[in-house]
């Protein structure tokens, strides 16, 4: 389903400051592209089920070791001037 750019942007910043997918791994696929782009400081790849994965791997690691979870979210920035109209993440 085709999103406004801006209202998505907006969902993927709260997805992860409020839900804290980094820390839970929960993510709501339907936000994003199969093939889209994730990239933090330390590394980037590309692919929803990639991700997915990933997270579902730290899950045991993050569950021993963080105890508080708290995020801060430096940077959710829409490439291009997001008039576009299109959908995807």
Same mark, same amino acid.
């Given at each position: 389903?085709?999103?406004?750019?801006?209202?998505?942007?907006? !969902?993927?910043? +709260?997805?992860?400051?409020?839900?804290?997918?980094?820390?839970?791994? !929960?993510?709501?696929?339907?936000?994003? !592209?199969?093939?889209?782009?994730?990239?933090?400081?330390?590394?980037?790849? $590309?692919?929803?089920?990639?991700?997915? +994965?990933?997270?579902?791997?730290?899950?045991?690691?993050?569950?021993?070791? $963080? +105890? !508080?979870?708290?995020?801060?979210?430096?940077?959710?920035?829409? $490439?291009?001037?997001?008039?576009?109209?299109?959908?995807?993440?």
């Amino acid at each position: 389903t085709p999103r406004n750019p801006s209202a998505l942007a907006a !969902d993927i910043a +709260r997805e992860f400051t409020e839900a804290k997918y980094l820390w839970t791994g !929960d993510i709501n696929p339907e936000m994003y !592209d199969l093939y889209c782009a994730f990239t933090d400081p330390t590394l980037s790849f $590309v692919g929803l089920e990639t991700f997915q +994965r990933n997270l579902a791997n730290l899950q045991p690691v993050l569950s021993r070791l $963080v +105890r !508080d979870s708290d995020v801060e979210l430096y940077s959710c920035e829409l $490439v291009g001037d997001g008039n576009d109209g299109g959908g995807g993440g």
